[in-house]
């Protein structure tokens, strides 16, 4: 059994400050290298998704047009534009930790980091099966849009899924708390990031075939 950490849009966009920033967000990449710190052998893969939309243009109707407001459901404010300073990591998030960047978004909406590739091409899809991952812990941004949106898609691609309930953050209080709902509904496991170590060893198990040495589990 292989493991997968998702980190879902740890932007300067999503977080305090940015263009679509989240109450707790920054907290969340602190806390989500914090987990890959204290632990770093919970997971045999760390893949990052970014919101990366294409500068000049509307991205699919994704961004409000000029002169009119987002809605904050389906339209929003321009946000995580490829290659500004919004559409990096926040400062806080570890990314030595990351093995592989997808990027989603150029020209569409995309919530969900199946909806992206790595700059080889590569789906997430492709990396999970090639790494003959099964289970995946979800943190990151935003709760109630592309958490959600990755979780539910992870879910349905068979993968045995957990959402890490402290290391996400959401845009409105309300829709985060029905999208974890959602996603329990689902078949998702609703966990804090404490309970990650109590998996740990566990989860080292089958280290060995990689080359790494199992004295962790001791
Ligand atoms: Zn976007």
Request: glycine letters at 12%.
């Amino acid at each position: 059994m292989k493991k997968a950490l998702f980190i879902i849009d740890v932007q300067n966009d999503f977080t305090e400050g940015g263009a679509l920033g989240v109450e707790g967000g920054a907290a969340v990449a602190a806390g989500i290298s914090r987990l890959l710190a204290e632990h770093p052998d919970a997971y045999d893969l760390v893949i990052a998704s970014r919101d990366w939309h294409d500068p000049d243009s509307d991205n699919g109707g994704h961004f409000a047009l000029a002169g009119s407001s987002p809605d904050f459901v389906n339209t929003w404010p321009l946000h995580c534009v490829a290659g500004t300073a919004g559409a990096e990591y926040h400062d806080d998030l570890s990314a030595d930790s990351i093995d592989f960047h997808v990027r989603k978004g150029q020209g569409r909406p995309a919530y969900s980091i199946y909806e992206g590739t790595t700059e080889e091409g590569d789906t997430v899809h492709q990396l999970l099966d090639d790494h003959a991952v099964t289970e995946i812990d979800v943190a990151g941004l935003a709760t109630d849009y592309c958490v959600r949106a990755s979780a539910l898609d992870a879910i349905e691609h068979g993968r045995k899924v957990r959402v890490l309930t402290d290391l996400v953050a959401g845009v409105d209080a309300a829709s985060s708390e029905a999208a974890l709902a959602e996603l329990a509904h689902a078949g998702a496991e609703l966990i804090s990031s404490q309970q990650v170590e109590a998996h740990g060893p566990g989860a080292g198990g089958d280290r060995a075939d990689d080359g790494r040495a199992d004295d962790t589990l001791a």
